[in-house]
Nanobody, 115 residues
């Protein structure tokens, strides 16, 4: 069973940057797909960004052009950086990964963007 743990959440200022990490309990080199989701209070969970094991990336329109998803297979860690943070980025952020047909989730980390 793969364990995923997010970190890096907390307070961010409008216009500032936030960087989240997702550490896996096992090697991520064979995880063909990893991604970040977020869920704001009272809203459905939405996909933010994804990355494949060959480096292909995809972003939601809401964060496109100001976000970067990356992975470091040597550290078994995936990252998400969001620049020019907006109030709308306030949410619980979850990382997710697929291995062997199973999808795994982290417990989430809260990000709050304030002025």
């Amino acid at each position: 069973q793969v364990q995923l743990v997010e970190s890096g959440g907390g307070l961010a200022q409008v216009g500032g940057s936030l960087r989240l990490s997702c550490a896996a309990s096992e090697s991520i080199s064979d995880m063909r797909w990893m991604g970040w989701y977020r869920q704001a209070s009272g809203k459905q969970r939405e996909q933010v960004a994804t990355i494949t094991n060959n480096g292909g990336t995809n972003y939601a329109d809401s964060v496109k052009d100001r976000s970067t998803i990356s992975r470091d297979n040597a550290k078994n860690t995936m990252y998400l950086q969001i620049d020019n943070a907006q109030f709308e980025d306030t949410a619980v952020y979850y990382c997710s990964a697929i291995r062997g047909g199973a999808k795994y989730w982290g417990p989430g980390t809260q990000v709050t963007v304030s002025s």
